[in-house]
Nanobody, 124 residues
Framework: VQLQASGGGLVHTGGSLRLSCAVS????????VGWFRQAPGKEREFLSVLSWSGSTTHYADSVKGRFTISRDNAKNTMYLQMNSLKPEDTAVYYC??????????????????WGQGTLVTVSS
């Protein structure tokens, strides 16, 4: 199973970015997917999770109302639309797929497969 994240870059405060994550080697539609991030010197932080069907989503308070997670099961791809970006959003962003089919949870330990990370830098 491989996850390939893309779409990171440099953006000014208030700007937007859309991250993508292509998933291969697995029945993508059976598993919840999530986005996490890790800033220098900090622990990996949960951002959002989306159920296998796309009917259930959860967001961390820090990104609620600004970030939107979505998926296209036909393309085996997941997305994170990030709006109103702030300097504190600067981090490496990771996509991940849940280890158990038809389950939704938030802990990084519950996600077995991870992308390589894409760097998002928000300048003030």
């Amino acid at each position: 199973v491989q996850l390939q994240a893309s779409g990171g870059g440099l953006v000014h405060t208030g700007g937007s970015l859309r991250l993508s994550c292509a998933v291969s080697g697995r029945t993508f539609s059976y598993y919840a997917v999530g986005w996490f991030r890790q800033a220098p010197g900090k622990e990996r932080e949960f951002l959002s999770v989306l159920s296998w069907s796309g009917s259930t989503t959860h967001y961390a308070d820090s990104v609620k109302g600004r970030f939107t997670i979505s998926r296209d099961n036909a393309k085996n791809t997941m997305y994170l639309q990030m709006n109103s970006l702030k300097p504190e959003d600067t981090a490496v962003y990771y996509c991940a797929a849940h280890r158990t089919a038809y389950r939704v949870s938030y802990s990084p330990a519950d996600f077995r497969y991870w992308g390589q990370g894409t760097l998002v830098t928000v300048s003030s």
